[in-house]
């Protein structure tokens, strides 16, 4: 059962304990998720709709029919949920309508990440009632999981920041979310839970275009063991990093897949993380206990 709490306002390579494949490394039961211990969700990233021309490899239109194809995959393999990393749309805030009735078909619990493009489309507050979601950054749990969205899209107070945020078309976890997601983690620590991450801008490793406050956001991460995993999108191309024991995912955007796709289901057991690529999205296999595979 799923709890949501808001606030309101080919080839494999071993990479410090992490698998990475071109392919699916497990191909984890489809079933699995009827084990209470095992919880699978689906993931997307950057899909950026809108009507108008592709512009260089962003093909905007195409992302349609890939949003189609990604919730139908979904729909067969028996998820807990799903989970869109954000920038559903690239502008107009018609697109999100048309986006909606696309992913009115998920037969799961969808929840969304603010992106960058999303909160420029329209104002966050509309085009969070838009997607009937009513907070900025929220938690949920699911199985023996707690899963924390946050958004990095807020404004920063100092100059010097404001200017680092435009530039990576970025933002923060302001002060009132820090609280917050202390909090958070001290309740779901309390509730020995492990944590998954979910953000837009990315976190770690560094791309040019990560969060703002990112150190400070790694820097609390690196004191919370209860922390397995952070997904992220922004950085299309996709990434990976390793801060101690923990993988970071910079899953790639769906509207620069090309005539592919880019989605992933993931699979989270007690000992490991199951990451099963989709398209041009990586595959990788991690321990949960900071152990290598």
Known sequence: MIRISHFISGGIILISGFILSATAVESP?????MNKDIVRFGIFADAQY???PDKGKRQYRESLWKIDSCIAEFNESDLDFAVNLGDLVDRCPESLDTVNAHLSKAGMPLYHVLGNHDVSTMPPAM???????????????????????LDTNEKPRGKADRELARKRYSGVAGPRQMRWLEKTLDNLEKSGLN???FSHQP???STGINAVNDIQLLELFRSRPCIKAVFAGHHHRGGFGHDGSVPYIIHT????????NSYSIVTLADDR????GFGTAMSATAA???ERE
Do not use: H
């Open 29 to 33: 039961d489809r079933n699995c998720s």
């Open 50 to 52: 809108a009507d108008i």
């Open 127 to 149: 085009f969070l009632k838009k997607l009937r979601q009513k907070d900025r950054y929220y938690s949920f749990t699911a199985g023996n999981w707690g899963f924390i969205v």
């Open 195 to 197: 944590v998954i991450i």
């Open 203 to 205: 976190i770690f490793p």
């Open 253 to 260: 955007g769906m509207v620069e897949s090309g005539d592919d």
């Open 273 to 276: 993380i199951i990451i099963e």
């Open 288 to 290: 949960t206990n900071g």
